[in-house]
């Protein structure tokens, strides 16, 4: 539509042509903001969204202090709802209710009784079945709000005011973390340990300029309210905090426990942040009936209060760490949490922010907050001793103060001229009761007067000096960092730092499937499949019409089947990974990305350290180790390097004690040569073997001088060459060879 305009319909009185595109971008604008601003994003200085802000400041109100008695959520909701944010109950509900889970939370701001919810994932109660109130960290962010420590702002509709911000004496947003997702963009913040967390903000108030890895010695990494251990190397951890963005990989914690004759469980005491437990061990008996984990026995819940996660393990020669590392493989043990501190700068700016800046600017809004606590006691005591003043002004002259209040028609005026006393001073003059005319009072307000000017004089001290103002927010945080201390219940870390166990990944992936004998078919047209047993008769293998048996093998689950191609390149197939012998299984360029000119020359099992020599049609060469070929990728490995019409050819192992290679060529010539001329290369073009006037290789066979030459006739008879024999024949490598003795297979092959 562009920038047309809509047209209003014919006799539409009072409707506006607007611009449907400007239109649409000015309020999904509004929407966009509306939602980082007022639902998604939390604010640095508190570190809390605003129904969680609304949630505390309605406790706040109706007086549910740590000390005080409970009362119905219902209550809390409803206030919330009518007074504050008027959204739905239960998206309220859930909020205050993620507030008091001491799973959640890492330190709650809000104190629970009945049923909360719990680590499996099930719902908290009905809000008319619980109650709750503020917990002392709840208490610690409202510190000084009825002092003017904040701006308020009209509710919603205007009937009420609420607090913009939190004063926030603890350090809600690090300490608790937070999560988010608003319009393009979203907040991922992990809990922190809060004395570590005061140690690093006092550090900064010396060092306003400190250094993140500095700041990371005391912020050593999350905490996790679940425990876990993060897995994760000072580096990364350094980097996440000076970015603002990163993730920590977190591990379950487990131990070892001892059942008797060498055998044992294992037994699992904390788990990752954010995982329903129940879904856990749901995953591992899944995992358990697919056959997925074939060294675990059993898994059983034997929690209580304290997480215990029991696994049984197959045997007791089963390795524990192993065991654990395939199972933090594959499920949930093993989380990562994605760190990404987009937080409300100033309440106004979204912005991804460093620990160091999240960290200055809560102690700017300290800062700011204890000025403004500290103008709000000045013009208390300003006033107070304005009234003071009046009062002391009435003792001097009390006895014509009271003959004016008794006798004069109008006493207040007199009294101001008089005295030259404020309005302010002659109200508290004529609001005076007799008692107060004892001498003891005048003392006491003559105290009062010096005590208060005294105070006055610090506090306008203390607003002219920052210094004085920092060491003031330092004591502070002082005692926060007292009171959440490490050897405390609530403080203490839960989340310990560790290291990758240094295991065989290969191993690990092993121990995840479970270990089965199979034979591997591959037709001549290139299918292949994967058989369960040995199949002892390969002649009873079945094949689409036209096709027949090129290689058939044994082997087992865990094994690896390699493909030789004429293109040169080695493909590796996971013998688990292949598909199922109930029909005649898929072509194997489905499952690897060969070439459409190419074709498979053979199939075997991988062994490790084993050699194969390998050879191109116009009679190259060379050994190369099985080890040296495994491809890592469905593109494979080139190994042999030939360009057309030159193609890879032969590819055959040898038994340890060969010490001699024959060859013939499609000349019939043979010639027979000591292996060792033979280089063995990891990739190449190899080196000429015999040489031809016409035509190329047609077989080759490495065999023990000592033991002589073998070949099989077409009626399969084997006939034998001695080394006398082979005498004629034996030579260097490269060399023409003679024609092959009477008798040799017309096909030129060597055929066993």
């Known amino acids: 539509m562009g920038n047309d305009l809509i047209k209003p319909p014919q006799g539409g009185d009072g409707i506006e042509a607007i611009n ?136 919603y509709d205007g009937g009420n005011e609420e607090p913009m911000v939190l004063p926030g004496a603890f350090p809600n947003l690090l300490a608790n973390g937070s999560s988010g997702i608003a319009v393009g963009m979203a907040t991922n913040i992990p809990p922190h340990n809060a004395a570590e967390l005061c140690e690093a903000a006092l550090h900064l108030i010396k060092t306003p300029n400190a250094r993140i890895e500095t700041l990371c010695d005391m912020v050593q990494g999350p905490d996790f309210p679940t425990g876990g251990e993060i897995v994760d190397n000072k580096e990364t951890i350094i980097e996440a905090y000076k970015t603002g963005k990163g993730s920590f990989r977190v591990r379950a914690k487990w131990e070892k426990e001892e059942t008797g004759r060498g055998g044992y469980i294992i037994v699992i005491t904390e788990i990752p942040y954010q995982v329903q437990k129940s879904r856990l061990i749901e995953k591992i008996a899944d995992l358990l009936m697919n056959k997925k984990l074939p060294m675990l026995d059993d898994v059983r819940d034997e929690s209580a209060e304290d997480i215990r996660v029991v696994l049984e393990p197959k045997n007791r020669s089963v390795d524990p760490v192993l065991l654990m590392e395939s199972l933090f493989k594959v499920t949930d043990l093993e989380n990562r949490f994605s760190m990404n501190m987009n937080v409300l700068s100033k309440g106004k700016v979204p912005k991804v922010m460093s620990l160091r800046d999240i960290l200055r600017e809560w102690l700017d809004h300290r800062r700011e907050v204890l000025e403004r606590r500290s103008r709000h006691r000045l013009s208390q005591i300003e006033r107070r001793l304005e009234i003071l003043g009046g009062l002391l002004i009435a003792y001097l002259n009390i006895d014509e103060v009271i003959r004016i209040i008794r006798f004069e028609d109008e006493p207040k005026q007199k009294l101001i001229a008089k005295f030259n006393l404020t309005e302010i001073q002659v109200e508290a003059i004529l609001n005076m009761r007799l008692r107060a005319l004892a001498k003891l009072q005048e003392i006491e307000l003559r105290q009062e007067n010096k005590n208060l000017t005294a105070e006055k004089e610090q506090i306008e001290a203390l607003l002219a000096s920052e210094d004085m103002q920092w060491k003031i927010i330092s004591h502070d945080i002082s005692e926060v960092k007292k009171q959440f201390g490490k050897n405390t219940p609530l403080g203490a870390r839960r989340t310990t730092f560790g290291e990758v166990a240094d295991v065989d990944l290969e191993a690990v992936a092993q121990s995840m499937i479970e270990k089965e004998p199979i034979t591997v078919v591959i037709s001549e047209k290139g299918w292949i499949r994967s058989m369960r047993g040995h199949v002892a008769d390969f002649g009873t293998l079945t094949f689409k019409e036209g096709d027949e048996l090129k290689a058939a093998f044994h082997a087992d689950s865990h094994d690896k089947v390699v493909l030789f191609t004429t293109g040169g390149k080695f493909f590796t197939l996971a013998c688990d990974k292949l598909p199922g012998g109930r029909g005649h299984g898929e072509p194997i360029r489905v499952l690897v990305d060969m070439e459409n000119d190419v074709d498979v020359i053979t199939a075997f099992k991988y062994t490790a350290g084993r050699k194969r020599l390998i050879t191109s049609t116009v009679g190259n060469g060379f050994i190369v180790n099985e080890d040296d070929v495994i491809a890592n990728t469905r593109k494979g490995k080139q190994v042999m390097n030939v360009k057309q019409p030159d193609e890879a050819l032969i590819c055959i192992t040898f038994s340890e004690g060969d010490d001699h290679l024959a060859t013939v060529g499609e000349n019939r010539k043979l010639l027979v040569f000591p292996l060792e001329q033979l280089p063995e290369l990891g990739r190449g073009k190899g080196v000429r073997l015999q040489k031809y006037k016409d035509g190329g290789i047609k077989d080759a066979r490495t065999f023990k001088l000592e033991d002589g030459l073998v070949w099989q006739d077409s009626a399969e008879r084997n006939h034998t060459k001695t080394k006398e024999d082979l005498f004629e024949y034996i030579g260097e490598r490269a060399q023409a060879g003679r024609m092959a003795p009477k008798g040799f297979p017309r096909n030129g092959k060597f055929g066993v």
């Open 20 to 155: 449907l595109k400007s239109a649409l971008e000015e309020r999904y604008l509004a929407y966009a903001l509306s939602t980082i601003m007022g639902r998604a994003l939390p604010d640095v200085r508190d570190g809390l969204k605003p129904v969680h802000r609304r949630i505390i400041h309605v406790m706040r109100l109706l007086k549910l202090d740590p000390k005080a008695g409970f009362r119905k959520s219902a209550k809390i909701v409803g206030d919330v709802i009518g007074s504050f944010h008027p959204h739905g109950d239960q998206s309220i509900y859930d909020a205050m209710v993620r507030l008091a889970q001491d799973f959640a939370q890492r330190y709650p701001l809000v104190d629970g009784q009945g049923n909360f919810g719990n680590i499996d994932g099930d719902n908290a109660a009905a809000y008319r079945y619980t109650e709750a109130r503020m917990t002392e960290v709840g208490s610690l962010l409202l510190e000084g709000i009825d002092e003017d420590a904040v701006e308020f702002k009209p509710t």
